[in-house]
């Protein structure tokens, strides 16, 4: 097996969000319910997973640095 070294993408993050939000925020209540390439998902459903393990993530990592006295930026 041949190991790579992984690449930080975590900074990309918050710029996605931001911008999916910006998008959400402007989406129609029909836009919102168009479906997608994911055959048994909608655009909000996408969103939703998105956002959700995006907030998820952070707040474990935020609590595991606030434990180890770490500061998250």
């Known amino acids: 097996m041949i190991y790579t070294k992984p ?3 975590l900074h990309l993050f918050n710029d996605l969000n931001n911008e999916l939000i910006k998008v959400l925020s402007n989406a129609s209540e029909v836009d919102l319910y168009k479906p ?3 055959e048994k998902w909608n655009v909000k459903d996408i969103a939703q997973h998105i ?3 995006y907030i998820h993530f952070n707040t ?3 609590k595991i ?3 180890n006295g770490k500061k998250v930026y």
């Open 60 to 62: 474990k990592v935020t």
């Open 51 to 53: 956002l959700k393990d």
């Open 7 to 9: 690449i930080n993408v």
């Open 36 to 38: 997608t390439i994911c």
């Open 65 to 67: 640095n606030i434990i």
